[in-house]
């Protein structure tokens, strides 16, 4: 008979519970502006939708490269420094003799690429490089990569015109069978480049 009389509190607690969970108004945060919005909304998307106004060459590229710290992560070639690879040669080879991969060779599409340097470079201050400033890093690591002529202005136009060396490396993903929270169904096709013996 003693659990009868634990039973009704237990179920108003339950119920109460479930109330306060179900509440739609909890008075925490506040309601993101239009700007506050348009600060985040920074996606780049491989059809170049939401690429910013401005360009740059490789040439500026090359001294923005120096001046913004690059070098000091990536080394003066784009290797040798303690960060990842930048620029495919021949001592960004992996053990087996293909060659590494690295973001450009990587990317299927430039704007992957452009991408990446706005939202996380420079490392100690990602997000401060202006867009005429990435078009132009991007540019010289195009270049540095065979992709792109020295003084080849990349801009939004020209850069959806960018064939990258692993376009077609990529099989976009089957998300019709996707369920949530189950990993997202990547695929990727095998290196065609011959093994060395």
Same mark, same amino acid.
């Given at each position: 008979?003693?659990?009868?009389?634990?039973? /009704?509190?237990?179920?108003?607690?339950?119920?109460?519970?479930?109330?306060?969970?179900?509440?739609?108004?909890?008075?925490?945060?506040?309601? $993101? %502006?239009? &700007? &506050?919005?348009?600060?985040?909304?920074?996606?780049?998307?491989?059809?170049?939708?939401?690429l $910013?106004?401005?360009?740059?060459?490789? /040439?500026?590229?090359?001294?923005?490269? /120096?001046?913004?710290?690059?070098?000091?992560?990536?080394?003066?070639?784009?290797?040798?420094?303690?960060?990842?690879?930048?620029?495919? #040669?021949?001592?960004?080879t992996?053990?087996?003799?293909?060659? &590494?991969?690295?973001?450009?060779?990587? #990317?299927?599409f430039?704007?992957?690429?452009?991408?990446?340097?706005?939202?996380?470079?420079?490392?100690?201050?990602?997000?401060?490089?202006?867009?005429?400033? /990435?078009?132009?890093?991007?540019a010289?690591l195009?270049?540095?990569?065979?992709?792109?002529?020295?003084?080849?202005?990349?801009?939004?136009?020209?850069?959806?015109?960018?064939?990258?060396?692993?376009?077609?490396?990529?099989?976009?993903?089957?998300?019709?069978?996707?369920?949530?929270?189950?990993?997202?169904?990547? %695929?990727?096709?095998?290196? $065609?480049?011959?093994e060395?013996?």
């Amino acid at each position: 008979m003693a659990w009868r009389s634990l039973l /009704v509190p237990t179920l108003m607690l339950a119920a109460a519970a479930t109330a306060s969970a179900q509440a739609p108004d909890y008075n925490l945060g506040k309601t $993101p %502006t239009d &700007e &506050e919005i348009r600060a985040w909304d920074i996606s780049i998307t491989p059809d170049g939708k939401g690429l $910013p106004a401005g360009g740059g060459t490789a /040439v500026e590229g090359a001294k923005l490269y /120096v001046r913004k710290g690059c070098v000091i992560c990536h080394g003066p070639d784009g290797t040798g420094g303690l960060a990842p690879h930048l620029v495919q #040669s021949k001592e960004t080879t992996t053990p087996s003799g293909r060659p &590494e991969k690295t973001i450009v060779t990587f #990317s299927p599409f430039a704007t992957t690429l452009w991408d990446f340097i706005r939202r996380a470079m420079p490392l100690q201050r990602a997000g401060t490089l202006k867009p005429d400033e /990435v078009y132009a890093l991007t540019a010289f690591l195009l270049y540095k990569n065979n992709i792109l002529g020295e003084s080849d202005v990349l801009d939004a136009q020209t850069m959806l015109k960018v064939k990258m060396p692993n376009r077609d490396g990529f099989i976009p993903p089957d998300i019709s069978q996707y369920k949530p929270g189950a990993p997202m169904p990547f %695929t990727i096709l095998p290196d $065609p480049s011959p093994e060395k013996k």
